[in-house]
């Protein structure tokens, strides 16, 4: 199934200023964002997401390479000839207008005939949830709902591709979390491709098909929020998505593409290597705190070590394990499934138990 | 005319933090005398324009006559009618030219020479009046041996151009507060340049522009230096008639005058700092 492409940004830099002072917003960047996707662009401030994110708006042209909106090249189009939409972060409504007014903007710059604008700006209405304060002006509503109409308002010209600039970071948490449901919600009801910038890594795993993690001007991963979480390839993106142990081992042996590898315990496991991992080589292995099992010492561990101390979270508890023959710290995390138990406390001598796949060797 | 500052609730706090001006010995008084000069000589002036009797300085009961007369007096009318055309069309002109220079300085990138345009822009508040009046008057006497022309053209472009830094200053705040964001969301849904400026740039300027062009009509208005040394022979406006009575007899028909302009000019600036209060 070859889905269509909404986006396509090939080979993409993005430089400010010049000489010695220039900024490499966006390094050679290149990514594929397919129709009806909702696609996260992910990383910290400074990472380049909003670059890309006003490169495909046309708020700001490329240095170098090219941007394809449906196959066709818009990179030097305005972005009044562009059929893509955006959701400012400060919502950007139009101060002088009422709320339906703003949301009749985009259908009027079109020229669309009155009674469509009129249908139209009703059915999005109705979409947001907003349809009694139609006639307020956008400074007499709330911040969830100017956030709302900021949606509508670009919605209402059914864009091929919406582009939101972390739209939610204004918000408070409670809003925050709805306004995620009805975020995705929206994007099924009308079917048209979102690209959400964010730097929150909750938000881009609960919402997104697909997330692009980034840093400094380059795309580190793409992949969809289990591959992200699971199986990063990167340690930027394990440390930055979620907690992560990372632990060192060393290369013993490899046959084709299976390894064998000693944990710092000494015990050796099997696992699938990459291509550029030579016999002796030292690898880094990340592994989520909630991946790992504690077990009584003396039973089958790949890991052994000391609890320094306990966290309970209500949950769920935290573990922190200084491993055994080395000063590193492990962090372990357990479901309360049974209640807080009282089994283990600092001091105590624990194996941890690890499966396979649970442990991702990253790339560096 | 000026309210008072609500009075907040203080509290005694130590020096340097909480310093307060208005605590310092003396505070008061100087401000109260700073007030007196100010406002006693302008009530003065008022209240004897009310005054039944002939003198500006000895009261003799309250009376409308004073208005009466300056309403009826043809030089009055002649000037007051010239004055309000000249601030009138200045004020226009000069507002159009101002919003158009505002825009260019803070809506473009900014360019090499941007900062000697502002102070080209600002030259009529930097070089002293009288400067300006003698290099027109000069400049204006040579076109007029040149083509003839004596109208008021002379003075009303002489208006429009020391009038335009005052409309400059107020829409040019207004624009640089404005967030920029509006004017990329339009662009983004579909409004070319031309319609970004008509359907949002221009209703959210609004203010700026009226406050400009508020204060370059009571700037005109009140001009004296300039117009003395510009206007043709029987071009006088309001203030320079005013300025040659007063050379002769003064009676409570000038303090009538005056007082009606004050008001004037009070309700202008009252509008122009509602105006450039509302901020959205």
Known sequence: ?364 | MAEAAPVKPTTPKKWGRGFDVRKQTGFTTIAMICFLMLYAPILTLVAYSFNAGTSVAIWEGFSWRWYESAWANVQVQDASIRSLTIAAFAAVVSTVVATMAALATTRTKPFPGLTFIYAFINQPLMVPEIVTGVALLIFFAAIKVATGYTGLGYLLIAHTAFCIPFAYLPIRARLENMDLSLERAAADLYATPFKTFRHVTLPLLWPGILAGGMLAFVISLDDVVITELVKSGGQDTLPTYMLGQLRRIVTPEMNAISSVFLAISIVMVTIFFLLNRKKT
Not at chain 1, 297 to 309: D, Q
């Open chain 1, 1 to 364: 199934m070859s889905a269509a492409v909404a986006v396509e940004a090939k080979n993409v830099s993005k430089i400010f200023g010049a000489g010695p002072g220039e900024v490499r917003a966006l390094d050679n960047v290149s990514v594929t964002i397919q129709q009806n996707e909702f696609f996260t662009l992910l990383g910290p401030s400074g990472c380049g997401k909003t670059t890309l994110l006003r490169l495909i708006a046309g708020f700001e042209m490329p240095t170098e390479g090219s941007i394809l909106l449906e196959g066709e090249e818009v990179a030097h189009l305005p972005p009044f000839k562009r059929h893509v939409n955006t959701v400012f972060q400060s919502y950007a409504l139009f101060p002088h207008m009422t709320v339906a007014q703003n949301i009749a903007f985009g259908l009027e710059m079109l020229g669309k005939p009155k009674a469509e604008v009129q249908s139209t700006v009703s059915a999005m209405l109705k979409l947001v949830r907003m349809e009694e304060l139609k006639d307020r002006r956008t400074s007499q509503i709330s911040g969830g709902q100017q956030q709302r109409v900021a949606l509508a308002r670009a919605l209402a010209p059914r864009p091929k591709v919406l582009l939101l600039d972390e739209p939610l970071s204004a918000l408070d948490l409670k809003l925050r979390k709805e306004m995620q449901i009805e975020l995705k919600r929206m994007q099924l009801e009308t079917g048209i491709t979102f690209i959400f910038v964010t730097h929150d890594q909750e938000e881009a795993l609960t919402m997104s098909d697909r997330i692009a993690v980034m840093s400094k001007g380059k795309i580190l991963q793409i992949g969809s929020p289990t591959e992200i979480y699971e199986h990063p390839t990167v340690r930027f993106v394990a440390d930055f998505i979620g907690e992560t142990n990372f632990i060192e081992a060393e290369v013993m042996q490899r046959i084709g593409s299976d390894g064998q590898i000693k944990l710092p315990s000494g015990i050796v496991i099997s696992h699938p290597l990459g291509e550029n991992v030579g016999v002796g080589a030292k690898v880094t292995l990340a592994i989520r705190p909630e991946r790992i099992d504690l077990v009584r010492p003396g039973t089958e561990a790949h890991l052994s070590g000391t609890v320094e101390n306990i966290v309970y979270f209500g949950t769920d508890t935290t573990f922190h394990v200084e491993l055994e023959g080395s000063q590193q710290e492990v962090t372990v995390r357990v479901q309360n499934r049974r209640g807080h138990q009282e089994v283990l406390k600092a001091g105590d001598t624990v194996g941890m138990r690890i499966a396979p796949e649970a442990m991702q060797i990253l790339k560096d």
